[in-house]
């Protein structure tokens, strides 16, 4: 529903932007607090640009409602997914170092 609402009536109406907005906000605030406790418990490297991977997740997640939402070929969707936690696995601690 989030995604309709970002794609097709946010762009003209601004509750619906206003709505979208907190709603990433909100994800991307709940990603920042997953991965500064990954942070805090060793599991990832503490020079870790949190608020970068925060903004980056976010950014992902909606371009894979949209990606999923528009029916194109869901391994679109599946080797972007993949690539990114390709890409955060490897500022885990002991991964690939």
Do not use: H
């Not at 794609?7 to 997953?34: K, M, N, W």
């Not at 599946?78 to 601690?93: D, H, P, W």
């Amino acid at each position: 529903m989030i995604c309709n609402a970002a794609t097709e009536t946010a762009t003209d109406d601004a509750a619906i932007r206003a709505v979208v907005q907190r709603y990433a906000t909100t994800l991307e605030g709940a990603f920042c607090s997953a991965l500064t406790g990954a942070v805090d418990a060793g599991e990832l490297d503490a020079v870790t640009d949190v608020a970068g991977w925060a903004s980056k997740l976010t950014t992902t997640l909606f371009g894979l409602m949209v990606l999923i939402r528009s029916r194109v070929d869901p391994m679109l969707a599946r080797e972007s997914a993949a690539m990114a936690i390709r890409e955060l696995r490897e500022q885990a601690v002991g991964e690939g170092r």
